[in-house]
């Protein structure tokens, strides 16, 4: 989720929060002035600036609530407790944008909780009593998600909201200490300055952890398991005798666009095509950028690790006369490279070409060699004849170029360690695990780098599948 959009979900909740707050009021008013003021004849005054606090505390907790229960579906899959550190440890092997922003939106979410409540209730101006208050709201939310199954149980999620409370306490303190001359005394200064322990803490934290993952050359691999999968409910038996030589591994390293190069090459598609971008509708997310033509005939998704794109031209597969035109099939491979070629994609030479439906035709590489580089994966496209040309386009092929050397572990060394559940896997069933064979495969890693992988083929409880442990030495 884009910051955007995090802003317009927030601003969302905001108004409702808002005409909560003012219904709420209406009621309040009515209350006070024809009941308590004309019926009962009461004299106390309404405290406006008490009356603005709890405006503002309801169009907060709307804006929370609503994030954190209402902007989500009712899945059942969701409904799961997650261990402590389980998002920290996913968002450090994908290290996306989008991972680390959720995290500390948790942090930030709270803070202005323990920023507000002392304000207007004083009994709560004890740390400790605001503490427990941030962790008990924190958890009544994971409880409401994990039994409406609108979410999962995090305890993460616990942690960073209980210790953005801290945060946003110590800053109140601070507030009042400089606003208020009681609380000016060198004893409640040194207090005050241990109660700011918590924001530096956690800068120091996130300091360290971004400081070791710009300093470390490669990225994280994507196949590195988050949780042991409990080596009790898992049987292993392996058909083949694996190599124990430990050997030198290549690794690749694959562009990385950046968002201009991106529009850039969206541009030169668009061009191709003879028409051009149309930039009130270009978005640029975390991973991927969405370009659209001017005409809207034309749509374009680019990854920005490796430039793989998704191509769909609505032209063709939804044309104004609502009759869908049928692929061509039969066509040949010089034809579709010559079609492809036609809107600037160019398909290296030696990637295997084959039909997989009437009218789609694919290439397939694996490791293939091309110009000094090697060339992995697949595209796929849909052919619509000479004069409609290409519909639909998912070209997910990666080029790689020789980056060094590094130390690998043994075929042997990776088994052992699905045998003591060391892998990628979700769930707490039992597995009866059958491995056949095994195999090198590459995968990117966080950083752009094409690391290699030992891919197991192998059955669990009686279903094909494939596990991947990383080859690269740690």
Same mark, same amino acid.
């Given at each position: 989720?884009?910051?955007?959009?995090?802003?317009?979900?927030?601003?969302?909740?905001?108004?409702?929060?808002?005409?909560?707050?003012?219904?709420?009021?209406?009621?309040?008013?009515?209350?006070?002035?024809?009941?308590?003021?004309?019926?009962? *004849?009461?004299?106390?005054?309404?405290?406006?600036?008490?009356?603005?606090?709890?405006?503002?505390?309801?169009? %907060?907790?709307?804006?929370?609530?609503?994030?954190?229960?209402?902007?989500?579906?009712?899945?059942?899959?969701?409904?799961?407790?997650? @261990?402590?550190?389980?998002?920290?440890?996913?968002?450090?092997?994908?290290?996306?944008?989008?991972?680390?922003?959720?995290?500390?939106?948790?942090?930030?979410?709270?803070? @202005?909780?323990?920023?507000?409540?002392?304000?207007?209730?004083?009994?709560?101006?004890?740390?400790?009593?605001?503490?427990?208050?941030?962790?008990?709201? !924190?958890?009544?939310?994971?409880?409401?998600?994990?039994?409406?199954?609108?979410?999962?149980?995090?305890?993460?999620?616990?942690?960073?909201?209980?210790?953005?409370?801290?945060?946003?306490?110590?800053?109140?303190?601070?507030?009042?200490?400089?606003?208020?001359?009681?609380?000016?005394?060198?004893? *409640?200064?040194?207090?005050?300055?241990?109660?700011?322990?918590?924001?530096?803490?956690?800068?120091?934290?996130?300091?360290?952890?971004?400081?070791?993952?710009?300093?470390?050359?490669?990225?994280?691999?994507?196949?590195?398991? #988050?949780?042991?999968?409990?080596?009790?409910?898992?049987?292993?038996?392996?058909?083949?005798?694996?190599?124990?030589?430990?050997?030198?591994?290549?690794?690749?390293?694959?562009?990385?666009?950046?968002?201009?190069?991106?529009?850039?090459?969206?541009?030169?598609?668009?061009?191709?095509?003879?028409?051009?971008?149309?930039?009130?509708?270009?978005?640029?997310?975390?991973?991927?950028?969405?370009?659209?033509?001017?005409?809207?005939?034309? !749509?374009?998704?680019?990854?920005?690790?490796?430039?793989?794109?998704?191509?769909?031209?609505?032209?063709?597969?939804? @044309?104004?006369?609502?009759?869908? @035109?049928?692929?061509?099939?039969?066509?040949?491979?010089?034809?579709?490279?010559?079609?492809?070629?036609?809107?600037?994609?160019?398909?290296?030479?030696?990637?295997?070409? !084959?039909?997989?439906?009437?009218?789609?035709?694919?290439?397939?590489?694996?490791?293939?060699?091309?110009?000094?580089?090697?060339?992995?994966?697949?595209?796929?496209?849909?052919?619509?004849?000479?004069?409609?040309? #290409?519909?639909?386009?998912?070209?997910?092929?990666?080029?790689?170029?020789? %980056?060094?050397?590094?130390?690998?572990?043994?075929?042997?060394?990776?088994?052992?360690?699905?045998?003591?559940?060391?892998?990628?896997?979700?769930?707490?069933?039992?597995?009866?695990?059958?491995?056949?064979?095994?195999?090198?495969?590459?995968?990117?890693?966080?950083?752009? %780098?094409?690391?290699?992988?030992?891919?197991?083929?192998?059955?669990?409880?009686?279903?094909?599948?494939?596990?991947?442990?990383?080859?690269?030495?740690?």
């Amino acid at each position: 989720m884009r910051v955007s959009d995090l802003i317009y979900l927030a601003s969302r909740y905001f108004k409702m929060g808002i005409v909560a707050a003012l219904f709420i009021m209406f009621c309040i008013f009515t209350g006070y002035f024809l009941i308590y003021r004309k019926l009962l *004849n009461g004299q106390k005054k309404i405290i406006w600036k008490k009356f603005l606090w709890y405006g503002i505390l309801i169009c %907060y907790l709307c804006v929370v609530l609503g994030a954190t229960l209402f902007s989500r579906g009712d899945y059942w899959y969701n409904s799961r407790i997650v @261990p402590l550190f389980y998002s920290y440890k996913e968002a450090w092997i994908h290290f996306s944008d989008s991972a680390w922003r959720n995290i500390i939106l948790n942090f930030c979410m709270f803070i @202005p909780l323990g920023l507000w409540l002392p304000l207007g209730i004083k009994w709560l101006r004890s740390f400790w009593k605001m503490y427990l208050v941030g962790f008990g709201f !924190s958890f009544l939310i994971e409880c409401i998600q994990l039994f409406l199954k609108r979410g999962i149980f995090e305890l993460d999620d616990i942690m960073g909201n209980t210790v953005g409370t801290m945060i946003g306490y110590g800053l109140s303190a601070m507030g009042l200490f400089f606003v208020s001359r009681k609380e000016r005394k060198a004893s *409640n200064a040194v207090f005050v300055m241990l109660l700011q322990l918590p924001l530096l803490f956690t800068c120091a934290v996130f300091g360290m952890i971004f400081w070791k993952y710009n300093t470390q050359e490669l990225g994280n691999n994507p196949y590195r398991y #988050i949780e042991t999968y409990d080596s009790a409910r898992i049987h292993v038996t392996g058909n083949s005798a694996f190599r124990t030589e430990e050997p030198e591994l290549a690794v690749y390293q694959v562009e990385t666009l950046t968002v201009e190069a991106a529009k850039g090459k969206g541009e030169q598609i668009f061009e191709a095509l003879g028409t051009s971008a149309d930039a009130s509708r270009t978005d640029v997310y975390d991973e991927t950028i969405v370009m659209w033509s001017e005409a809207g005939n034309y !749509s374009l998704w680019i990854d920005y690790q490796g430039g793989t794109l998704e191509f769909t031209s609505f032209d063709v597969l939804y @044309p104004d006369d609502q009759v869908r @035109p049928e692929p061509v099939a039969g066509a040949d491979e010089a034809v579709i490279r010559n079609a492809l070629c036609a809107i600037g994609i160019e398909v290296p030479e030696g990637a295997d070409f !084959s039909k997989s439906e009437p009218g789609t035709y694919r290439f397939d590489a694996v490791m293939t060699e091309a110009d000094g580089a090697i060339v992995s994966g697949t595209l796929m496209c849909q052919y619509y004849g000479e004069e409609k040309g #290409i519909g639909k386009i998912s070209n997910s092929l990666i080029t790689g170029t020789p %980056y060094r050397t590094c130390a690998a572990i043994s075929e042997q060394e990776a088994y052992e360690k699905i045998v003591h559940g060391e892998f990628a896997y979700m769930g707490d069933a039992f597995l009866e695990i059958q491995v056949e064979s095994c195999s090198l495969a590459y995968s990117l890693d966080s950083k752009g %780098y094409y690391q290699p992988n030992y891919a197991f083929a192998c059955t669990i409880n009686g279903e094909e599948s494939q596990i991947m442990i990383p080859a690269v030495r740690n």
